[in-house]
């Protein structure tokens, strides 16, 4: 199994643009998430799904967007990138509370 | 919702010496449990986790944490060392709705 995995692994954006970030996990695990780490400030979740067709918000919701049409894929739409959206992003899905992360994508916004 | 605190932020310790780092949390209702290491531009791997049952939880590296249910804590330990042990930390907890909330990390790192 490969587990958790993101595309792309960096990325510079200039203010405005959009982009999607990819994650996909091969372990048919329902529940997944967006989480965003800053420094000092741990991990803050995004928005989090728990099956096909069902996302909701989580902390830190404004100025993305989630869908969820397959159990393995759960991609992060930024639609009008913003500085203060510089961040690494990282993926995860849980199964018998147990999370497990993808490498993270590391978002320079500019 | 619940809250996670982690003390220290960064905790220096020379190599072969012991090490506690404390993270305390916030809840009203029965919580899951975690400790989570991070390696330099890596994601997160579990280390250890509690759910129910005893209250102190080991790693396969020679960590442990206790589950302090009175004083809402879940500190984590390790009598011994390594420079390999150099890694950020995460403290997290889960309410039975698979929502995980973290801690702000502790930055361990191992001096010869």
């Known amino acids: 199994n490969a587990g958790v995995t993101q595309t792309p692994k960096f990325r510079i954006l200039k203010i405005g643009q959009s982009m999607t970030l990819q994650c996909t996990q091969d372990?048919?695990?329902?529940?997944m998430y967006w989480y965003r780490q800053d420094p000092g400030m741990g991990l803050k979740l995004i928005y989090y799904?728990?099956?096909?067709?069902?996302?909701d918000k989580g902390e830190v919701p404004n100025g993305y967007n989630v869908s969820r049409s397959t159990t393995e894929d759960f991609p992060l739409r930024l639609e009008l990138a913003a500085p203060s959206q510089t961040s690494v992003y990282f993926c995860a899905s849980s199964y018998s509370q147990e999370q497990f992360f993808g490498p993270g994508t590391r978002l320079t916004v500019l | 919702a619940q809250s996670v605190t982690q003390l220290d932020s960064q905790v220096p310790v020379f190599e072969e010496a012991p090490v506690e780092l404390r993270c305390n949390y916030s809840s009203s209702v029965s919580v899951y449990l975690f400790w989570y290491v991070q390696y330099p531009n890596q994601g997160l791997q579990l280390l250890l986790k509690?759910?129910?049952?005893?209250?102190l939880v080991e790693s396969i590296n020679g960590f442990e944490a206790e589950f302090n249910k009175s004083q809402t804590s879940f500190h984590l330990r390790k009598p011994s060392v390594h420079i390999s042990d150099t890694a950020e930390y995460f403290c997290a907890v889960s309410n039975t709705g698979n929502q995980f909330y973290f801690g702000t990390g502790t930055s361990l790192t191992v001096i010869p």
């Open positions: 799904s728990v099956g096909a067709g069902i996302t």
């Open positions: 509690y759910l129910s049952g005893s209250t």
């Open positions: 372990m048919n695990h329902n529940y």
